[in-house]
């Protein structure tokens, strides 16, 4: 059993920054694909970040079209938290972020995600 936990939303102004933090515990695999979600009122929740396992030590990292360039995801398995950086933040940024696990590669879906935060509110204000 995995356990996931959300730090760092609030509320910023356009062209702001914030770094998300997600905290795992229990049962953890250095080899699980960690990746961010998020989710606004009356939409599904949708693939924002991942980063998945390669070799010893090797990750890559993959992102939807809308935040390339400005959310930077990173792991640091010492410490068993999954990080986002998100710069240049834009009001459509808007919505409950949250962290899932999975041990399906590059997967982008939701339902191939088996471990899920409580989620974390970022609100950007134009």
């Known amino acids: 059993q995995v356990q996931l936990v959300e730090s760092g939303g609030g509320l910023v102004q356009a062209g702001d920054s914030l770094r998300l933090s997600c905290a795992a515990s229990?049962?953890?695999?250095?080899?699980?694909?960690m990746a961010w979600f998020r989710q606004t009122p009356g939409k599904e929740r949708e693939f924002v970040a991942g980063?998945?396992?390669?070799?010893?030590?090797?990750?890559?990292?993959y992102y939807t079209e809308s935040v390339g360039g400005r959310f930077t995801i990173s792991r640091d398995n010492a410490k068993n938290t999954v990080n986002l950086q998100m710069n240049s933040l834009k009001p459509e940024d808007t919505a409950v972020y949250y962290c899932?696990?999975?041990?399906?590669?590059?997967?982008?879906?939701?339902?191939?995600?088996?471990?899920w935060g409580q989620g974390t509110q970022v609100t950007v204000s134009s």
């Open positions: 229990g049962r953890t695999f250095k080899s699980d694909t």
């Open positions: 899932a696990r999975t041990y399906h590669g590059d997967s982008r879906s939701p339902n191939d995600f088996h471990s």
């Open positions: 980063i998945r396992w390669l070799a010893v030590n090797t990750y890559s990292t």
